[in-house]
Nanobody, 121 residues
Framework: QLQLVESGGGLVQAGGSLRLSCAAS????????MGWFRQAPGKEREFVAA????????NYADSVKGRFTIARDNAKNTLYLQMNNLKPEDTDVYYC??????????????WGQGTQVTVSS
C-alpha cells in the first residue's frame, strides 16, 4: 500500500505562489490516480484537484481553476500542486490522497498527513 508525505506548505502573502509536493512510497504510484484536498478546522474536506495515473486527465475545483495546476512525475513517485495567485481563502491544511480522480473524498483510500498553507492579506 502507498504511503504519502506532503511538503511545501508555508506562509505566503496574497498573490504569491507555493508548490506542494507529495512523495509516495510504493510501486503502485505510477498506476494510481491521485488528488489534492484541503480542510479548515471545523469544516468538511474540500476537493481541490485530481489527476489520472498518466497525467493525461485532470480535474479541478471551480475555486482554483486557472490558479492551481496538478502534475505528477511517476519516475520520482511524486505528486505536485502548483498554486499561483494565492488568496486568503486558500488558507487550509492540504492533503494528498490516492485512489481516484473523483471529487468525493470517500473514493480515495490512502491519505497523507497534510501540510499547512497560510495566505496573509
Amino acid at each position: 500500500q502507498l504511503q504519502l508525505v506532503e511538503s511545501g506548505g508555508g506562509l505566503v502573502q496574497a498573490g504569491g505562489s507555493l508548490r506542494l509536493s507529495c512523495a509516495a512510497s510504493g510501486r503502485s504510484f505510477s498506476v494510481t490516480a491521485m488528488g489534492w484536498f484541503r480542510q479548515a478546522p471545523g469544516k468538511e474536506r474540500e476537493f481541490v484537484a485530481a489527476i489520472n495515473w498518466s497525467g493525461s486527465m485532470t480535474n479541478y475545483a471551480d475555486s482554483v481553476k486557472g490558479r492551481f495546476t496538478i502534475a505528477r512525475d511517476n519516475a520520482k513517485n511524486t505528486l505536485y500542486l502548483q498554486m499561483n495567485n494565492l488568496k486568503p481563502e486558500d488558507t487550509d491544511v492540504y492533503y494528498c490522497a490516492a485512489g481516484s480522480i473523483s471529487t468525493k473524498d470517500k473514493m480515495y483510500n490512502v491519505w497523507g498527513q497534510g501540510t499547512q498553507v497560510t495566505v496573509s492579506s
